[in-house]
């Protein structure tokens, strides 16, 4: 996981059995590295065939759609290191976004209000996955499967019953909306690149997240459910806590996501969503995480939300139609996954 | 002299079956207490008792002289009886030095900045390995690509520098060849040398007479003998744990059935 320090403290304790590890091997152990390969293929692939790809524009575009998968597969990877699924994430952004969105239509005039009343709802729904997953002992994929399509019905039945159409009504002339608005749908300016928040959201989340695995007890914690739940009790880990946080943690993900989606577009489509649990976990696969836990980055889960990023605008910037887009998605999964698993094998049989 | 621990006629029922009846077992410092029995005799509900996952139904459990029912495994390493169980003692995929402090991690700033003390953790696990006599190659290896043997070692090394008082082995030689069986008898020796008194749980009475100092017999949820190692020899033991007449007995079919007479196994009668 962390093999970046180890020389400096200690290179005259080698020991003589350890043949020297060159970079290419060590290099070949870490999880991002298949998505750091996929990334510079599909970078160099959209240089060549779509011409507006190279300019400063495009790229905070691409970095624009990156960061809106980004800032979910995040914490998605990090449920994955630990174990579990999360099938019902896409549409969790939508719910959290009506909710705050009606809250403060319905409630009060100040959207600030919904914005908080959202943000206990969703943790108290991620809290309820990871409740549901531990108390039960059922699969996540069936739990979460269950809330996935109990949101989407609620997020299309309650919007009906209140607003009556299927998209929520516009809270842009309400008290809060502009310092709303600048946390989570705001973009500024650097040079001649135009940066969207949600670009600054997702490198922190980057960031906090990859503290939290390699720097922290609740990181061990979290790789040592995932790779061996049994055995990490028996240690005396908290497995429970730890599983209902990390579903906590994608809650409050979908939160920042949900808030951005009503403050960008001020009227939410209550049927959206649907679908980009998917995008969430085929980022985290790309990026090194094993289907099975225990195993996998933040870093890497960012680079696999680039990759879709990239191609989803690069598709466009091509003059393609974007359906080929899907086609790619499930491709460029395979090609990672294939790659990944066949690294890990080689760094394996003999460090 | 106070036992660490002190089990006396302990029962434990699973609804209506009969897990455990009237065991008793005493663990003292220094000294390697074995329990041998075959396969259902009721070994993996003794451990569970002592390492806090169930609790027993009858008798009494003491530590320290103190009677005592454990809630939890938590609760059991915070007494100071650390359990090695034979399959998931680790995490395969996470290194040695993450494995060593699992549960434990030694941490180092405050507040927010609060982390893991990585060097210290490196270190430890390198010198308290190598302090067992275990020389690893490089903390930074999945343990998962340890032999089964080196494996048990390191929980083995990890219970004792966590201060362990009480270490209780699930068949830590069940699944290894004899040099790596050879290896880890050697810790576990080494585990009694440094004070700690020892539970080692196997169905080999080799290995058990090798190292045990008291030895307790179980069959089929009770106890068949218990016997100091000065009171019994390895044959005696052997012939016990085989069931004694019933392996007589055995050996006297199998001598018939040498030449079988209807290959199938069905006798027309």
């Known amino acids: 996981m962390s093999r970046t320090e180890t020389s400096p403290a200690q290179p005259a304790k080698g020991d003589e059995r350890l043949l020297h590890r060159s970079l290419a091997r060590r290099l070949m152990g870490r999880p991002e590295l298949g998505s750091v390969v996929g990334a510079a293929a599909v970078f160099l692939f959209f240089s060549i065939v779509a011409e507006p790809f190279l300019q400063a524009s495009s790229l905070s575009t691409v970095l624009y759609a990156s960061s809106t998968i980004g800032i979910m597969a995040v914490p998605v990877a990090l449920l994955m290191i630990g174990g579990e699924f999360d099938l019902s994430a896409g549409v969790m952004v939508v719910s959290s976004a009506l909710i705050s969105s009606m809250v403060s239509y319905q409630m009060t005039a100040n959207t600030w209000v919904g914005v908080g009343v959202s943000l206990l709802v969703t943790l108290a729904i991620g809290a309820f996955n990871g409740l549901l997953l531990t108390r039960t002992k059922l699969p996540s994929f069936i739990i979460t499967l269950g809330t996935f399509f109990m949101l989407t019905g609620l997020n299309l039945g309650f919007t009906k019953l209140i607003d009556g159409t299927v998209s929520t009504k516009s809270i842009a002339d309400m008290e809060g909306f502009a310092s709303a608005r600048a946390l989570f749908a705001s973009h500024l300016t650097l040079g001649s690149v135009d940066i969207q928040i949600t670009i600054l959201w997702w490198l922190a989340l980057v960031a906090v997240a990859t503290w939290i695995l390699l720097r922290t007890r609740v990181g061990n914690w979290i790789f040592a459910v995932g790779g061996n739940a049994d055995a990490a009790r028996a240690v005396g880990v908290p497995v429970t806590k730890t599983k209902i946080g990390l579903y906590m943690g994608v809650a409050f993900a979908a939160w920042v996501s949900g808030q951005h989606l009503l403050f960008s577009y001020d009227a939410i489509q209550s049927g959206d969503g649907v679908g980009n649990e998917f995008l969430y976990i085929i980022a985290a696969a790309v990026g090194g995480c094993l289907m099975t836990g225990g195993f996998g980055s933040a870093i890497g889960a960012a680079v696999g939300a680039f990759i879709f990023g990239m191609a989803s605008k690069g598709i466009v910037y091509a003059q393609w139609n974007p359906d080929w887009y899907k086609f790619f998605l499930g491709a460029m999964l395979l090609l990672a996954t294939l790659l990944n698993a066949w690294v890990r094998k080689r760094a394996e049989e003999k460090a | ?269």
């Open chain 2, 1 to 269: 002299m106070t036992a660490l621990v002190e089990l006396a006629d302990v029962s434990k029922y699973y609804g209506n079956v009969r897990a455990l009846e009237g065991v008793s077992l005493e663990v003292h410092a220094g000294e390697i207490s074995c329990v041998l029995g075959d396969n259902g005799a009721g070994k993996s509900t003794l451990i569970k008792i002592i390492a806090g996952l169930h609790r027993h139904d009858a008798g009494s459990f003491t530590i320290d002289g103190e009677e005592t029912t454990l809630s939890s495994p938590r609760e059991a390493l915070d007494r100071g009886i650390a359990t090695v169980y034979q399959d998931l003692a680790v995490v395969p995929l996470m290194p040695v030095w993450r494995n060593f402090f699992l549960g434990s991690e030694p941490t180092t700033g405050v507040g927010p900045f609060k982390r893991l003390d990585v060097r210290t953790m490196r270190e430890t696990t390198r010198s308290e390995l190598l302090r067992m006599g275990i020389d690893l190659r490089d903390v930074d290896q999945p343990i998962g690509t340890l032999s089964g043997g080196e494996r048990q070692c390191v929980a083995i090394a990890r219970a004792v520098y966590f201060g362990a008082k009480v270490l209780v082995l699930d068949e830590p030689t069940a699944a290894l060849g004899v040099k790596q069986s050879g290896v880890v008898l050697k810790y576990v020796a080494a585990a009694r040398d440094a004070g700690l008194g020892v539970v080692l749980i196997t169905h080999n009475p080799h290995h058990a007479y090798l190292v045990g100092d008291r030895f307790v017999l179980l069959k089929r949820g009770t106890m068949a003998g218990s016997h100091a190692k000065s009171e019994i020899t390895l044959e005696e033991l052997t012939r016990q744990m085989a069931g004694g007449s019933e392996l007589e007995q055995l050996s006297h079919e199998l001598a018939r059935t040498a030449t079988p007479e209807f290959p199938g196994g069905h006798r027309p009668d």
